[in-house]
């Protein structure tokens, strides 16, 4: 069965920085396309990045050049490194695997990200 | 903010049908990308419902299904029972962008009556 589990969430001020992370069990990151998708507070869903199995990385508009994609093979995790952090960051933010046909089929239950002084 | 246009509300009886539009553009439905469709229940993750226009993940019910046609699709909800009360989201790849960029519909809130 394939599990995503999200950790790293916070209170976070204004400018500061957190790294979340997505542990996998079920099936191998390095090996598949992966995302993170944030929503934020009774808001719709936003895509924010995504990493391919051959390590290319693109995001969002909203937060490229402040937040960083990576994997750790070893650790089967994905993480999101958050810098320069802003009140419009504030967010659940999922973790979720991306099918062959740019669907995201497994999701994650979700960590949450609010920046506030 | 999001490409991909759904009415923010839709409301049925049980046992009654009720479809959801997902309208896009030229980069992205009308490019011939491929629909999803998730469902999202209160204070939960999103879950996949349809995938690749009209296809269903395993265990989901044959009560949902969807279309695609020119830069717009569809979500039917045929017998809409309470548990379908949820939050529903087309989701497409735009090609707009010189990099890749996978877009969300604005979401539709189902009630059931």
């Known amino acids: 069965e394939v599990q995503l589990v999200e950790s790293g969430g916070g209170l976070i001020q204004p400018g500061g920085s957190l790294r979340l992370s997505c542990a996998a069990s079920g099936f191998t990151v390095s090996s598949n396309y992966m995302s993170w998708v944030r929503q934020a507070p009774g808001k719709g869903l936003e895509w924010v990045s995504v990493i391919y199995s051959g390590g290319s990385t693109y995001y969002a508009d909203s937060v490229k050049g402040r937040f960083t994609i990576s994997r750790d093979n070893s650790k089967n995790t994905l993480y999101l490194q958050m810098n320069s952090l802003r009140a419009e960051d504030t967010a659940v933010y999922y973790c979720?695997?991306?099918?062959?046909?740019?669907?995201?089929?497994?999701w994650g239950q979700g960590t949450l990200v609010t920046v506030s002084s | 903010q999001s490409v991909l246009t759904q009415p923010p509300s839709v409301s049925g009886a049980p046992g009654q049908r009720v479809t959801i539009s997902c309208t896009g553009s030229s980069s992205n439905i009308g490019a011939g990308y491929d629909v999803h469709w998730y469902q999202q229940l209160p204070g939960t993750a999103p879950k996949l419902l349809i995938y690749g226009n009209s296809n269903r993940p395993s265990g989901v019910p044959d009560r949902f299904s969807g279309s695609k046609s020119g830069t717009s699709a569809s979500l039917a909800i045929t017998g809409l029972q309470a548990e379908d009360e949820a939050d529903y989201y087309c989701q497409s790849y735009d090609s707009s962008l010189s990099a890749p960029n996978y877009v969300f519909g604005t979401g539709t809130k189902v009630t059931v009556l």
């Open positions: 979720a695997s991306l099918g062959d046909q740019y669907y995201f089929d497994y």
